[in-house]
């Protein structure tokens, strides 16, 4: 049971005084570790956690109960969906190439452009960042595809997303993202690199200068990272200059390494080496790099992760979806391999990445001991945290920020279980959470937020893309109609007799 102090609360306001919270199951750090406190208190004043553990010894202005509920640190996301997921479009249709995955040289061209307004840019960063909320990740570093841009993110859509993430309570990690280069497609299935120095550098000084106007506004939230594209459509020039400024900013650098058979053949095309060899040749391999996905790292390349320190943002669930998986989630961790976990795609569900994560990894190790749900619950709290430098979050001791995460352990749909760690895990789903707390201040509280309603903006999610699907011909190989791009799941019924299923829209 919830108690009635609860419903006192304001969303989007940090209760005045010490608050305290109750559940039957705290997650409280000491000693270099979670610890479950049954029936533990967290108490919060002024954004921070003042006391973890099991009584706290002095007067508090409310005390609040979630009863059968588990009090947790909140979730750390790495690379955080802040878009209406485009692969959702070719996860039944493929190859990607032929549905509007890769840029046709017609499209390069006529010269490529932007296929939402500003305002539909800004509209999806708040949506998915409500969505992150909803499954009590707390902190996100946002990732959107670029294959619908016109090249690379810009410094107005993120201000937008600074003042979202500002306006809703969730702390970002950010800055526009950029790129040397981008695949185009030639011919069926063969996709080249082309590569415009210039347009990547003029991207990393859009991005430091964002990051210097916007870093710790909005009482901390907003925090830097750099964010190159990925290691094959970067210039040398471009990833050296981005370590540099990493190091000078004192903030992350997050580049896509490691994941997928094209850049494995376009590297050694171009470069005679893996991503990470070719950065730890040039030096540019340290702990300042987080590094998605490493599904296709070999035993060189993660050895070479260990030796620098670099983080790996691990999505099992989209990586799955495209018949990959990291090998593995344990061997890594044994390389002394930091890990923190990431959503990357839709659904925007950590514990769902959880459950995925484990289920992977004792399939790569066939043994079904080779990794426990603490290992990955420890990555979305504590790796995602060491990964961004810090020790603030991802853990709820006494000076820690008060980044908390309430999720139901009575959940019709939840296991009756001893373990509320097992429990979530193994429930696979965010929508158990019950409220947010982000630097003390209620961000969610069963499925609402702050002066955003999630479900009006389902149904303005649902009219933009399909706004954008309208336009996926144009940058198709051979700009077949919509209908022949995606098809449907079966065919469609029509009561024309005869009518063709082709010719039907859906
Ligand atoms: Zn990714």
């Known amino acids: ?16 005084g010490r608050t305290l919270l109750t559940a039957q199951w705290v997650l409280a750090w000491r000693d270099g570790t979670h610890h479950l406190v049954p029936n533990g208190e967290i108490v919060m004043e002024d954004g921070a956690v003042i006391f973890a553990g099991r009584t706290f010894p002095g007067e508090v202005a409310r005390r609040i109960d979630f009863g059968a ?15 209406l997921d485009t692969y959702t479009l070719v996860h039944d249709n493929q190859p990607g190439w032929a549905r509007g995955r890769i840029w046709p040289r017609s499209y390069v061209e006529r010269g490529p452009y932007e296929m939402y ?13 409500g969505l992150l909320l909803l499954n009590g990740i707390t902190t996100a570093a946002p990732v959107a595809s670029l294959y619908y841009r016109e090249w690379a993110e810009t410094v107005t859509e993120f201000e937008a ?31 080249v690199p082309v590569f415009d120095e210039e347009r990547g550098l003029k991207g990393l000084r859009d991005a430091v200068s964002f990051i210097e106007h916007q870093q710790g506004r909005h009482n901390g939230l907003i925090n830097g990272l750099l964010t ?9 020039e471009l990833l050296r200059q981005t370590m540099a400024a990493a190091g000078d900013l004192d903030c992350r650098a997050r580049l896509h390494m490691a994941q997928g058979p094209l850049e494995l053949e376009t590297m050694q095309r171009l470069h005679g080496a893996t991503g990470p060899e070719w950065m730890a040749t040039h030096g540019l391999l340290s702990e300042r790099l987080i590094a998605p996905h490493a599904t296709y790292a070999s035993r060189r390349d993660l050895e070479l992760y260990a030796a620098h320190g670099v983080s790996i943002a691990h999505s099992p669930l989209v990586s799955a979806r495209m018949g990959s998986m990291l090998h593995s989630f344990a061997a890594c961790r044994e390389l002394g391999i930091n890990i923190g976990m990431a959503t990357d795609a839709a ?27 603490a290992g990955l619950f420890d990555a979305a ?8 430098g810090r020790t603030d979050i991802g ?43 982000v630097d003390g201040r209620l961000s969610m509280l069963e499925g609402k937020l702050a002066g955003f309603d999630m479900h009006e903006a389902r149904k303005q999610a649902q009219a933009q893309f399909e706004g954008l699907i309208a336009k996926y011909p144009d940058r198709s190989w051979e700009h077949p109609p919509v209908q022949a791009l995606f098809s449907p799941s079966y065919p469609v019924w029509t009561d024309a007799g005869g009518k063709n299923v082709e010719e039907t829209a859906f």
């Not at 049971?1 to 005045?16: C, N, V």
């Not at 750390?76 to 969906?81: K, Q, T, V």
């Not at 190159?228 to 040398?236: A, G, I, K, S």
């Not at 994560?357 to 004792?362: Q, S």
């Open 1 to 16: 049971m919830t108690s009635d102090s609860l419903r006192t609360l304001t969303l989007g306001l940090r209760p005045a």
């Open 69 to 83: 509920a588990l009090v947790s640190p909140g979730l750390i996301d790495l690379d955080a969906l802040s878009d």
């Open 117 to 129: 307004s500003e305002e539909e840019l800004a509209f999806q960063k708040r949506f998915a960042f």
């Open 161 to 191: 997303a600074a003042d979202a993430a500002g306006d809703l309570g969730l702390r970002v990690f950010l800055s526009p993202a950029y790129r040397s280069g981008g695949m185009v497609l030639e011919a069926p299935g063969k996709m």
């Open 228 to 236: 190159p594209d990925r290691v094959e459509t970067c210039t040398l």
């Open 347 to 373: 659904p925007s569900d950590m514990l769902m990445n959880l459950l995925m994560g484990l289920v992977a990894c004792r399939i790569s190790e066939k043994r079904s001991d080779a990794v426990l749900s």
């Open 381 to 388: 709290t504590l790796g995602g945290a060491k990964a961004l």
């Open 395 to 437: 853990r709820l001791a006494p000076g820690t920020r008060a980044d908390i995460a309430v999720f139901r352990l009575d959940d019709p749909h939840m296991t009756p279980s001893v373990d509320p760690i097992t429990t979530l895990v193994l429930g696979g789903s965010g929508k158990v959470t019950q409220a947010v707390f």
